[in-house]
């Protein structure tokens, strides 16, 4: 049976670079070499596409195509961004078949805050939030995104995937708080 492409989607720090990297180690493809951006595992072409998005501008189906298939199948794509751009994906996906599963990655609201005020994502308002939204509308969007997406889905927290690792090397607890 062929592995699925997976889109992974969750709020910034919630975990979703570390389920990247585990979908990796377990045979899914991820950006490599220059396409890959600051070592969060998100493809250079997904963060352009993404980019134009939150700017307002018109994306062309081509584009998407692009991007999508900027990492071999199978893949796995995400960019945080994808809360408040995954309504455009979701209008691809309808057209290319087959649609990946959506792999939705929480974590809780008081673990986000504090990730969120030690990196100082703060609003102009001195709320805790990234990309002009505060981190309660990020969470009830990437909350959202799951609902919207009309294809096999999967949710799971950060909690849940700590708990998991920890079944395997008991000696090597994982940190919740350090990410």
Known sequence: MQRPDIIIVGVG???TTITTR???ALGWN???GDDIAKGWAEPSAML???GRLMGGAFVKQSE???AWESV???RVMKDPRLVLTLSHWIKFFVNHQPPPLLLSVHRSFAD???SYARRGWRLNTGEL???GRPLTKLQRQAAGCYTQWPWQKLRVSLEQLADAVKLFDAERPFDIARE
């Open 112 to 114: 986000l805050s504090k």
């Open 22 to 24: 585990m979908l990796q």
């Open 64 to 66: 998407f195509l692009s």
């Open 48 to 50: 352009k596409v993404n």
């Open 72 to 74: 071999p199948a199978p």
């Open 13 to 15: 720090h919630s975990g």
């Open 129 to 131: 939030g990234l990309y």
């Open 30 to 32: 991820i950006p490599e």
